[in-house]
């Protein structure tokens, strides 16, 4: 991961923090935003926003990590997409959310990654396992790799249908 990177997440509940505290203790330096509409911890190093809408046009974070509930994940992404440069990686640990349904709401050129962490990430021991569109670079991947594996193992999957295999496992 580069020196400085610039995360925004958007949601900071369980999972979100837990990100949150295993990003912070793996890299210091982090300079996080964080959209969420309750109140959160004072974090080191990160903004608190309250909404997406709070966000210049043409925010140029160096990921997006998307931790919102999944039953408000459209009406977050469609802000997020009028607020960001063009390039700027999506990684999404939403469940039941395909890169099809992510493609129709950023389009077809925005790089994205889906993931599932399990619960277990909360006390850094997790497993995440994730697979992309074809969108994404190796330093988009790193990235991805470094910030999961901040709160356990990660791998990765070329077959998304495998990804509702995952979602049952980890839910279980």
């Known amino acids: 991961m580069s020196d400085h990177p610039h995360i925004l997440l958007a949601g900071c509940g369980k999972m979100g923090t837990a990100l949150v505290r295993g990003w912070q203790k793996k890299f210091p330096a ?7 509409p ?27 990590v998307l931790a919102v509930k999944p039953q408000i994940m459209r009406e977050a992404c469609d802000v997020l997409n009028l607020k960001l440069a063009p390039g700027v990686p999506i990684l999404s ?28 990430a909360a006390i850094g021991h997790g497993i995440s ?10 330093i988009h991947r790193h990235l ?8 356990g193992v990660v791998s990765w999957i070329d077959d998304e249908s495998l990804m509702d295999a995952v979602t049952a496992v980890s839910g279980s």
């Open 30 to 36: 982090l300079d996080l935003t964080i959209i969420e």
């Open 38 to 64: 309750n109140d959160i911890p004072a974090f080191p190093n990160s903004t608190h926003l309250k909404s997406a809408d709070d966000l210049p046009h043409g925010f140029d974070p160096t990921i997006v």
């Open 93 to 120: 640990i939403a469940a039941g959310k395909s890169l099809a349904q992510y493609a129709t709401i950023f389009g077809l050129n925005r790089p994205v990654i889906r993931a599932m962490p399990n619960t277990p």
């Open 129 to 138: 396992v994730m697979c992309a569109n074809a969108e994404i670079t190796p």
């Open 144 to 151: 991805a790799t470094d910030l999961l594996g901040a709160v």
